[in-house]
């Protein structure tokens, strides 16, 4: 692999009191789309901005192509950031706007024209040049923010939640545009975004940050299908877990105790016996069967559905296992199950794919 | 109006009617009585005699006139300048301050303009005379080894006027910078622009109406606070205020006064009119 463009290394920065970040080192591969994924507060703004040299760390170093880059003021970076909520600059026409940062290098007239022209075609907004920022709709301004950064031809993209401020159907179409443009270009994106969905639609890999910390880095399939920690598997998706202790275990399998019943599971992480761990499993994992539909064998449960959520492409179930703990699934409409009719209070069986469940050791005990 | 066709909406009609009336009988009437009054002749026995002449504008070209007219404008320019120069950074500051300190610095600001404009302008002359504190200041520290003469000089109109009027550029200016969203400046800095190049193209024309808005507010008055040069520059230096004053009260010549207040008005429409024809988009409300 090519040395990373980006190399965080050992950056920690304090606010007052509370730890933004906690000796994060991350390294970035040129042209990869990286999202910096996470809740408020999890540190991921303040990454960002100290990538784009608004902030700087305490301790650590950013390099970018080799370089030290940690005290080097914003102007002096090669590196461009969308802001989320686009920072356009109001008294000034698209043109302008988009011309600024080439002013700023002190190009000739002609050749900020052409750029600035190439800038705008690229995002299809030519028609807009003379307009003002608040002539413009959400997508538009969105649109020309990112060209502001791209006339540059840094050698990384920043953005910070660029899709944020726009409705859902405007944000997908963008996500789509940004997924194209970068893949045109060639060139390192970093988002930051609250959003899993975003995140793993886009990504190619996707860094998940809680506390300050790196929680996990991975593609989008890993984070989604392995996740490392328990935070990690609540932060992306939606999931069940059955927190419980392992009865007995070996090399290949645990045995453990859910609602009452023995299931035997695969043990790749190899845990031991007496360990407290939780069992994950995704909502589409889990298959629900009519209590008189299928015979009940051993790694089903019993339970009632509670709340059915038809969703065009889905349905969505909460089932109530004997125990009380309620259970998310997501059934899909395929041939073999056309129906999907249930009713409250009705008498289920649910069960999952054994191998598909993921099995993380509980850190609280 | 809408608000009027609304049967809760009597409270509002009447209390937006007594300021209309407040307005018509208190600006726009005395406005038109001193318009009218400033084209009648006047004589030593009569305050005005009604006959019409533009006598009164002409005297304002007599070099006499025209003299005070000049020194007072370029006076006013020159606090005008100044004001913009203190309460422009100090305004950036305070807008730019962690908000639990914003409000406590903006009221520190405001605070002595509770007290009356004449009052403070007697504790200037405390301040400044010849044996006053800031002379004795500068003698204990040594800096100085005579006593300025300070009072009764052109430096103590200036030092006056610009005390006075501070408040009228720095909130204006105040409530523009606050509103303006500190991404912007990262923004441009993050495409490559320098200090100075954020300043001249995204700080400046970002806060024009705020300039304007304080300008307006500072000039004219910088002309026309007539007791200022009174009881610092010991009447010696007159601005347009004191010639106003003059003219009503002293010389008793009122066709004479209106018409020096008129000139003063219009100078006032005109500047906002040149502020309209740069900035089209600026709305007036921004000026204030």
Redesign the interface.
Known sequence: MSAPIISLQQISKRFDENVALHNISLDIVNGEFLTILGPSGCGKTTLLRLL???DQPDTGSILLKQQDITHL????RHL??V?Q?Y?????MTVFQNVA??LE??KLDKAIIQTKVRAAVERVKLTHTLDRKPDQLSGGQQQRIAIA??LV?EPLVLLLDEPLSALDYHLRKKMQIELKDLQRKLGMTFIMVTHDQEEALSLSDRVVVMDHGNIAQIGTPREIYEKPATLDVAKFIGETNIFHTQIISANEETLQVDICGQLFQLANPKRYKTHDMINIVIRPEDIQVWGDKEVKRTNTMLPGLVKEVIYKGSTVDLIVELSNGQRISATEFFNEDDEELIYEIDEKVLIKWQQGWEVIIRNETI | MKLSSQPTSILQRLSISITWVWLLLFALLPLCIMLFLSFLQHDEQNLFILKGTLANYRQLIDPLFFKIILSSMQQAFIVTVLCLLIAYPTAFFIARCQSQYKNILLLLMVIPFWTSSIIRIYAMLALLKTKGLLNSLLLTLGLIHQPLQLIYTDTAVLIGLVYNLIPFMLLPLYSNIERLDNCLFEAARDLGASRWKVFKDILLPLTMPGIVGGILLVFLPAMSLFYIPDVLGGAKSILLGNLIESQFLMIHNWPGGSATSIVLTAMMIILILIYKKVYPSGKASDLI
């Open positions: 784009s040299g608004f003021p914003p102007e002096r461009n950031i802001f909520n920072a356009l600059f109001p008294h600024f940062g700023c290098q502001r950064a540059n």
